[in-house]
């Protein structure tokens, strides 16, 4: 896992640092300098430094000093300068002119092979200077020190205009504008350089491959006790999504999976996939409120149930499910859509995760899609709810972030598979929460992997689900 603090506790966890500002400030400096040598900066090169008049630009002097000592042309092209020679960034700034390296007003560009945006930190707000925006489009590529000078660290907005950068090095840990909002598109890769600061009370944890656990089955497993998952969906054009799901459970290690359906609709579901069991209630192709009694009676036996793919439009079906299922529920897509509200979520007693994108997300809450609001609705309900998105956020007890996978998985049916990850590792023994994580990072890691070798589809994504676990 990584750490994502806010930039409030970075400015915190400096303050209450034991080492002096100065050494940690030579530290990130030093960091800055290293990543642009993996750039390919060396002997001859041509250098700008982009520097601030605070610790952000004596970060850039620092940097510039080291490289200097290494041969590199290195000019600081200065927005402003340190307001007190006796501060850390005054004192960087006179041992880097000590080493030779020129500084000068801002200016306009000049050729360069990298620039180092060390204009702004983690605290900057608002619109870059007039002066700064020619730099904007200069043709050499960018290492930005903290975050592109622009972009806010702790939201990844932009008010007006900012850096691109080819990699951004942080101190400490991430914030949350590297990884949400133009973040992702503005920082390129990034380099977390530890500066010897301690803690820090965490905004989000990014997931990583140890922070994603597979359920094991015993040597003595069968398809009961590995794990059942049933799925409540698949009306009338809409089959696929429910056989989707339940698919994906069986390829996700469930040891049985069933689609309950509307009773005309059972004969596709059964010859979609024969590996799964299928049941159907009535002889329509909707489900109605006289089902829930049939339905509920089938899906007792089963370990965590899936509301929603393929479940259309209905007239209080799935708020009487919510309201009766007394085992785990996974609700998604029509599931959430047909709650109209919290009330149902905010009711129910039983272990809950919910999986909306952001337009099911506004349509359940009524405001925007956001982790902070995700974060709340988990509080008020006490259930886990996964974000859907790029990234993904997984809201429960703790706050964490999936960053796996990309735009290849936005095409249809892929939300349904994950739903059946999921549902299988929570029936296969999983807290609802690593689930819910693990899950998201696996469908991730499988879309990012299926793309190398072909387009993504929901169908194709089921057996690369498979080949990972």
Known sequence: MQLVITPEESGRLDAASVEPVEVL???????????????????????????????NGGDGYVAARYLAQRGVQVTVHALGY???EDSAAGKAFTRAVAAGVRVVDLGQPAPADLIIDALFGVGFRGELPDNVIPWLEHDAPVLAVDVPSGLRAADGEVEGAAFKADATVTFHALKPGHLIGEGPERCGPIEVVDIGLIGGEPELW????????????SR?????SAGSVVVVGSSRGMVGAGVLAAHSALHAGAGSAAVVCPGAMQPQAAAMSPGLLTHGVGDGDQFELEHVDAVLEYADRFDVMVLGPGLGADNGFAREIVARRSGKLLIDADGLNNLDGLQPLIERKEPTIITPHAGEFHRLSRE????????????ETGGVVLLKGNPTFVLGAEQWVVTAGGPELATIGTGDVLAGIVAAFWASGLRGE?????????HGVAGAELAKIRTVTAEHLVYAVGELI
Request: net charge positive; glycine share 12%.
């Open 25 to 55: 400030m030579e530290r990130a400096g030093l960091g800055v300098a290293l990543v642009a040598v993996r750039m390919g900066v060396g002997y001859g090169s041509r250098v700008i430094v982009l520097a601030g008049a605070g610790n």
């Open 82 to 84: 340190p307001r007190r």
């Open 206 to 217: 990014l997931c990583e491959t140890g922070d994603a656990p597979i359920p094991q089955r």
């Open 220 to 224: 003595t497993a069968h398809k009961w």
């Open 368 to 379: 925007t899609a956001s982790y902070p609001a995700a974060k709340a609705i988990a509080d």
């Open 434 to 442: 690593v689930a819910a994580r693990s899950g998201a990072f696996w």
